[in-house]
C-alpha cells in the first residue's frame, strides 16, 4: 500500500528536500542562470529520469498520469521491483508540483527551450544529447538522481 504523499513529506529530511545542492549552484555559476532556474532544470531531469526508469517507453508527457497513478500509461505498467515503488514514493514528495499537467507540460517546454549543452536530456531517454554531454556529466546526474529517490 503507497505511503500518502503527505507522510512520505514527513519522512524526507530537510537534505533531501534540497537534493540538487551543490550540483544546482555549480551550475548558476557555470551557465550563468538567474534565480532557482538550475533547480528546475533538475526536477525536471528527476521526472525525466523517473520515467526513464519505470516506463522507458512513455512520452515524457506521461509524469504527471504515473505521479497519480492513473491513465493507460500507469495502468499498463510491468511489474516494479520495491525499489520501483520506492522511487515512486519518494518522486510523489519530491516532484508534487508536477502531478499537475499543465504545470508539468510548461516546465518541460522550457526545459526543452534550453541549450542542448545544458541538459542531460534532450528527450525522454538518458544520453540523448550526444556529444554535447559528456558520459561524465549525464553519470553524475543520473548518480544523483539515483540518490534522491532513494
Known amino acids: 500500500m503507497p505511503l500518502s504523499d503527505t507522510l512520505i513529506a514527513r519522512q524526507l529530511s530537510p537534505f533531501s ?3 540538487q545542492e551543490p550540483l544546482a549552484t555549480q551550475l548558476r555559476f557555470q551557465y550563468e542562470l538567474p534565480g532557482q532556474l538550475a533547480n528546475r532544470l533538475l526536477n525536471v531531469e528527476l521526472g525525466l529520469f523517473l520515467l526513464a526508469e519505470l516506463l522507458p517507453l512513455a512520452p515524457p508527457q506521461a509524469l504527471p498520469n504515473l505521479l497519480n497513478g492513473e491513465g493507460a500509461v500507469y495502468g499498463d505498467r510491468p511489474v516494479w521491483k520495491p525499489r520501483q515503488h520506492r522511487y515512486l514514493n519518494r518522486a510523489r514528495a519530491l516532484l508534487a508540483p508536477y502531478q499537475d499537467r499543465t504545470v508539468w507540460l510548461t516546465a518541460l ?6 541549450p ?23 553519470r553524475n546526474r543520473e548518480e544523483l538522481f539515483r540518490k534522491a529517490l532513494a
Open 116 to 138: 542542448t549543452s545544458m541538459r542531460a536530456f534532450c528527450d525522454h531517454r538518458a544520453g540523448s544529447c550526444g556529444s554535447e554531454v559528456s558520459r561524465s556529466i549525464l
Open 17 to 19: 528536500l534540497h537534493w
Open 109 to 114: 517546454a522550457k526545459y526543452e527551450s534550453l
